[in-house]
């Protein structure tokens, strides 16, 4: 096939050879302007306006991310350990169980003092309490019966601690 078309050029005269390059620059030519024309014309994505927030929403804070005041540095003190805004867990030492919360001995991790303080953990429904490697686990009120005053534990709380004394708690580890 390829030697017939071959021969079939060879036999064409000058003027013929040029009529058919003319012809294929122009099919070309065509081809590069249909291409332009068509991405030209297609609309440009342009991506949606920025909404402003309110300024009576920027800043704003849910409460159960505010964190507390205790323990925090005086105006004009610089803090004494520079902490998160916002912190969720803390460890601490069983001081005394009561029907639905623990009171601990913090170890002061939740304060910019650094300072131990008591804290008060209020159990809820969702409160997990586990044994030391995790393989068992107590849920709510229940786990109250299985912890000792003495006991060494890690919490982890819903809620913004920093600066608090009294909060929710959602995961008790025995260590």
Do not use: C, H
């Amino acid at each position: 096939m390829l030697k017939l078309l071959r021969n079939k050029i060879q036999s064409l005269t000058e003027t013929q050879v040029n009529i058919l390059t003319a012809i294929l620059v122009l099919i070309n030519l065509g081809i590069v302007i249909f291409w332009i024309n068509f991405w030209v014309s297609l609309p440009k994505t342009t991506s949606p306006p920025i909404e402003e927030k309110p300024a009576s929403l920027v800043g704003e804070i849910p409460e159960e991310l505010k964190p507390g005041e205790i323990g925090e540095p005086e105006e004009g003190e610089g803090p004494l350990v520079e902490l998160p805004s916002v912190i969720s867990n803390t460890s601490g030492t069983i001081k005394e169980i009561q029907k639905d919360r623990l009171i601990i001995l913090g170890d002061g991790s939740n304060f910019s003092d650094q300072k131990e303080r008591e804290l008060t953990l209020i159990f809820t429904n969702s409160t997990i309490t586990f044994e030391p490697g995790q393989k068992i686990r107590y849920q709510a009120l229940e786990s109250l019966k299985y912890l000792k005053i003495g006991d060494l534990i890690t919490i982890s709380s819903p809620e913004n601690i920093r600066g608090k004394t009294e909060f929710i708690v959602n995961y008790i580890n025995k260590l």
